[in-house]
């Protein structure tokens, strides 16, 4: 199986053993991004939104940076520390999405890494 490390600056640079996305044939997995600024990993202060467009923007650059976009995601995954941020979480993907929307998971969990409220990981299919 040969698979493509994919890499990019515009996106903020792993925090641990685990690439920005992986790519293999046509299907690219897209490692879960928390409200980092790339420039500075620091986490983007202020209200929930501002921090699920920072994680929807380092989703964005991964997927160009693999060839695609966000129109390519066919599965996306949301985790939040607090569940009723959830609306929230569907004002802002429709900025980002359009029909027909992926396959979503929406799951709350106690803690992200670096005391993040959200997280999101993808799986984008190119070629399509």
Same mark, same amino acid.
Request: hydrophobic share 45%; charged share 20%.
């Given at each position: ?22 790519? #293999? ?13 790339? +420039?500075?990993?620091?986490? #983007?202060?202020? +209200?929930?939104?501002?921090?699920? @467009? ?7 650059? #991964?997927?160009?940076?693999? $060839? $695609?976009?966000?129109?390519? #995601? ?16 569907? +004002?802002? =993907? +429709? ?8 396959? @979503? ?8 890494? @670096? $005391? ?7 799986? =984008?299919?190119? $070629?399509?």
């Amino acid at each position: 199986m040969k698979r493509e490390i994919i890499v990019t600056e515009r996106a903020p640079q792993a925090i641990g053993t685990y690439s920005q996305a992986v790519k #293999v044939g046509e299907t690219v997995y897209l490692s879960g991004q928390i409200p980092l600024v790339p +420039e500075t990993m620091e986490l #983007v202060q202020g +209200e929930i939104r501002q921090q699920i @467009r920072r994680v929807f923007d380092n989703l964005q650059a #991964v997927a160009e940076a693999a $060839g $695609g976009s966000l129109a390519d #995601v066919v599965k996306l995954n949301v985790f939040l520390t607090d569940l009723t941020n959830f609306p929230v979480v569907n +004002e802002v =993907m +429709e900025d980002y999405f359009s029909q027909p929307y992926p396959a @979503r998971a929406a799951i709350g969990v106690a803690a992200l890494p @670096r $005391g993040a409220a959200v997280e999101m990981d993808a799986i =984008m299919e190119l $070629g399509g």
